[in-house]
């Protein structure tokens, strides 16, 4: 479980986050985080893999503040955030990319990457194949792939629809859906209508705040997310 509590983020002395708070856990299954361009929403998936200080307030996961931790320890823990970047390892071949994922070597590695085959077919088919010269959905299935192949316990995924054309983008979200039967997936997106669709639990970031929390498919219907968002 990694608990937000009440914290403060700034880049210099400019603050993006203010007293934001929040909590995910395993029992969840899609907790979504929506907001338009620049409200932190990636700012805070970096504070919770430690790459990034609080001014105030505390980050834990499974008890322990993130900010005595590496973010590898972070990993280890269970929470493994897949970024905007996605930062492949063009040069790599697919296998090659999915083997750096399981460096914290939770589980046998065979037997996670078949599962991630299972998942993502394409993955297997294109074994050998460059990273870079993958298509951008195959490109995102890779990121995602390499970062279930840590065997998190709460998968984090920016933006995995970005850049991506509508019938691809339902692909992602298809195998987002099929995910979090096994593990809990955060979800944070500017796509709010699928965001919202697939959440159990949902929070409107604005401005570094989050204004609103609610189950997914109420806060789709709350008059706000319909005036700014669909
Ligand atoms: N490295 C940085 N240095 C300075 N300011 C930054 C840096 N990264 C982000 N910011 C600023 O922090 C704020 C939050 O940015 P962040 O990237 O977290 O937003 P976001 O919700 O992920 O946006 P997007 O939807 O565009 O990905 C923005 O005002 C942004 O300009
Ligand atoms: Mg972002």
């Known amino acids: 479980m990694?608990?937000?509590?009440e914290i403060d983020v700034s880049y210099g002395n400019i603050q993006v986050l203010w007293d934001l708070s929040f909590t995910v856990s395993e029992d969840d299954r899609v907790v979504s985080i929506v907001g338009p361009n620049g409200a932190g929403k990636s700012t805070l998936l970096r504070v919770m893999s430690g790459l990034h200080p609080v001014d105030d307030?505390?980050?834990?996961?499974?008890?322990?503040?993130?900010?005595?931790?590496?973010?590898?320890?972070?990993v280890k823990r269970g929470f493994?955030?897949?970024?905007?970047?996605?930062?492949l390892f063009g040069?790599?071949?697919v296998r090659e990319n999915l083997e750096m994922g399981a460096y914290t070597q939770r589980g046998s590695l065979d037997e996670t990457m078949q599962e991630v085959f299972e998942l993502f077919p394409i993955l297997e088919e294109r074994q050998d194949q460059r990273a870079a010269s993958m298509?951008?959905?195959q490109q995102q299935m890779l990121a995602i792939g390499r970062g279930l192949m840590a065997r998190p316990k709460i998968l984090a995924l920016d933006e995995p629809s970005e850049g991506l054309a509508p019938k691809i983008t339902n692909r992602v979200f298809e195998k987002i859906e099929e995910i979090s039967d096994n593990v809990t997936v955060l979800l944070v997106e500017q796509h709010v209508h699928k965001a919202l669709g697939l959440a159990d639990r949902a929070y409107l970031l604005e401005n570094g705040?989050?204004?609103?929390?609610?189950?997914?498919?109420?806060?789709l219907e709350s008059d706000h997310i319909k005036e700014a968002y669909l």
């Open 57 to 74: 307030g505390r980050v834990t996961a499974w008890g322990d503040d993130v900010a005595g931790l590496e973010p590898s320890d972070i």
């Open 209 to 219: 705040e989050i204004i609103t929390e609610d189950t997914g498919p109420s806060l």
């Open 135 to 137: 298509s951008g959905g």
């Open 2 to 5: 990694i608990e937000v509590d």
């Open 80 to 87: 493994v955030h897949v970024s905007e970047e996605r930062n």
């Open 91 to 93: 040069d790599m071949s």
